[in-house]
């Protein structure tokens, strides 16, 4: 019999036990009313003297995924989750958590408080919360080192990644696992047996520490000098490290005590607010408003990719890993024979290092036709182009695709800023017609961008974002423009990047100042790899008139002639490059430009002022759908730091009217910058983008 508590909570009696069962769609979150559910419950059952176990256990496709992050940032209303484990943990019969889906954070936290554990196989547990950049703070750092130990709970908790059931039940974190069947009857039969052995309440918070103080100390250290990128930038690794080792150093209560204290820190931290910020936005992304309620994407089955250069070399890498069959067309042997290679090396290398097994690689490399006849790509469900970057060439290309695709194909171009419209212009079903902007390398970057020309019908354009969830990418729909989303704002940066060098500041000074912001690389080095002499250089009309001309004309083209901005040694040593300063003081004299030291402080701003302006005009003209959707595509396609939270988290944090009152101040002193109206509005009613 099954008695409602609230909305979200019910309790069930089986003779002697009684189970208690959250249904909160879509992933049982431990909202407020869950908690109270959830206490009334316990109450309620543990009042009752013929009740001789609980079990707990979710309706719906998981176990509970954690607190409920959209409470994060305000206050949060009582019962607190650490009052509600106290509770069960201190409950005079046993509770037996039964896990299915997902044991998330808080979800696995409220598990460890009970006492024992039983999951489905395939079931995944974990604390993730350092994603978010916080930690556990329902007791999962203080119960975890008890249960696993304190070197395992570190890879745990600090590492985020959760570990399936079979694994848990290694780690000593769950009890037993269960096959597919009915996980509730398991639990209930689990309970009746721990009960009928007299199996005693097993309190982790009882349980002795593995490791004494000094060596959880040497624990902790030895994971930082491991996993040294962790710690780059990022807040939370080091605060749990401190609450693991006030496990081993203080009773449990005290180590609460101090957990508590680190996760509030963490909560107010701006790094924390921003990557909650992404995990919403990465969910956001892929809602297009509008739609009608009946459209499904196609199926894609086989596609044809055209152009064996890089791009699309490393489109086709992607779309056979997600086991897609893929017909690879060029015209040139040599550049196909290439491409195959190519592909064959990538295969093989991550079967060396373990990340596919041979036969998955070999499986994926059988999906690949090479083929030097356009004819090929008739029988494609989805045709991507990524020839050369000219109009001319995709409008020929794709009149010849019109001629010979199967009805309903989808036809892409993978431009990175040409008119799609004025490609869907040649061809009789402009409908069909999709941008799909890749990154390079296009097997590795996340970001795809998915452009929407005029006439893209519904039905395609749900297709294209399903192929980018398909290929494990974060799809983000552009309108179009010059450079669509994440290329446009921050061409912004470059040309900054270009005028501050010329006012005084050296190109490492640049990249320092965007490298210790957390970039992955500067703005110079990045040029210096993709290689100075293609981004940008017009070889027939070049006369010495800026940096990147005369180091192109000297044949400093980057790291693949050895110098650029930088020079680099046959040892991998890189420092700055002569060349690079002469070039610059030349165009210093030339154009007398101001010199002017500018702080590490100034450059930033300089730098990334402009990309909050150009992102918010973007916005303004409707190029992407919400602020945050361009918030992901920095971070997925150029390594915005995560704990930055992208260009309008960056400028809702410092304040979008300090950035309004230095754009006017450049303005004024001559700089050709058109200030959004949008961004001076926001600024003048003192709202901001995505911060609430
Ligand atoms: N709180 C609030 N909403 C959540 C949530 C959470 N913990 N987890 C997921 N959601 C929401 C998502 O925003 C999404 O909402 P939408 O449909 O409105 O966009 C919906 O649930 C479904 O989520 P996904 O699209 O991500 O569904 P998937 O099936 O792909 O993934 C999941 C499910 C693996 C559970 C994934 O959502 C996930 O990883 N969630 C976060 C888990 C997490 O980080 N937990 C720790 C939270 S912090 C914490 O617990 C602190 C504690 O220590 C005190």
Known sequence: MSSPINAVVSLDRRQDVAVIVIDSPPVNALSQPVREGVVLALEQALGDPNVRAVVLHC??????????????????????????????EAASVPIVAALHGTALGGGLELALACHYRIARRGAKVGLPEVNLGLLPGAGGTQRTPRLVGVATAIELIAGGAPVDADRAVEM??????????????????????????????????????????????AAAQDYRARNPKLFNGFKAPGHILLAIKASADRPFDDGLERERE?????????????????????????????????VRPLDVQKAAVIGAGTMGTGITIALLSA?????????????????????????????????????????????LTPSSDLKAVGQADLIIEAVFERLDLKQAIFKEIDAIARPGAVLASNTSFLDLDAIASVVSRPQDVVGLHFFAPANIMRLLEVVRGAKTSDTVLVTAMALGRRLK??????????????????????????????EGAWPWDVDRVLEVYGFPMGSFAMMDLVGLDVI???????????????????????????????QYGPQGQVEPSKAAVEAIETIRARVSAPQRHRSDAELLNELLDPVVNESARLLDEGIAL???????????????????????????????????????????????????????????????????
């Not at 015209?331 to 090396?345: G, N, P, Q």
């Not at 940096?547 to 693949?560: M, S, T």
């Not at 961004?679 to 009613?685: P, T, V």
């Open 536 to 566: 940008g250089w017009d070889r027939e009309g070049s006369a010495g008139r800026t940096v990147q001309e005369i180091l192109c004309e000297a044949g400093h083209w980057g790291q693949k002639r050895g110098a650029g901005y930088y």
């Open 323 to 367: 086991g897609i069959a893929v017909t690879l067309v060029d015209r040139s042997a040599e550049a196909l024979d290439k491409a195959v290679a190519r592909i064959d090396r990538t295969y093989k290398d991550l079967v060396k290092k373990g990340r596919l097994t041979d036969q998955k690689a070999q499986t994926c490399l059988d999906a």
């Open 626 to 692: 919400r602020a945050s959707d361009i918030d992901m595509a920095l971070v997925a396609g150029y390594g915005w730091p995560v704990y930055h939270g992208g260009p309008m988290f960056w400028g809702d944090t410092v304040g979008l009217q300090g950035v309004v009152d230095r754009l006017r101040a450049r303005i004024a002193a001559g700089e050709a910058i058109v200030l959004s109206p949008l961004l001076e509005r926001y600024a003048a009613e003192g709202r901001r983008f995505v911060r609430d």
């Open 172 to 217: 000593g974190l769950i009890d037993r696992v269960v096959e597919d069947g009915d996980l509730l009857e398991a639990a209930i039969d689990y309970a009746r047996t721990l009960v009928r052995e007299g199996a005693p309440l097993r309190r982790a918070r009882d349980l002795p520490v593995d490791l004494s103080p000094q060596e959880a100390e």
């Open 262 to 294: 680190l996760f509030n820190a963490l909560m107010a931290s701006d790094e924390s607010a921003a990557q909650r910020h992404i995990f919403f936005a990465e969910r956001a992304v892929s809602k297009i408003p509008g739609l009608a309620a009946d």
């Open 473 to 502: 990418k974060v799809a983000v729909l552009s309108g179009g423009c010059d450079g669509f989303i994440a290329n446009r704002v921050m061409a912004r940066r470059g040309e900054a990047a270009d005028r501050l060098i010329l």
């Open 59 to 88: 309706a719906g496709r998981t176990f509970c995924a954690g607190a409920d992050i959209s409470e994060f940032g305000g206050e949060l209303a009582a019962p607190d989750l650490n009052q509600v484990l106290a509770m069960m």
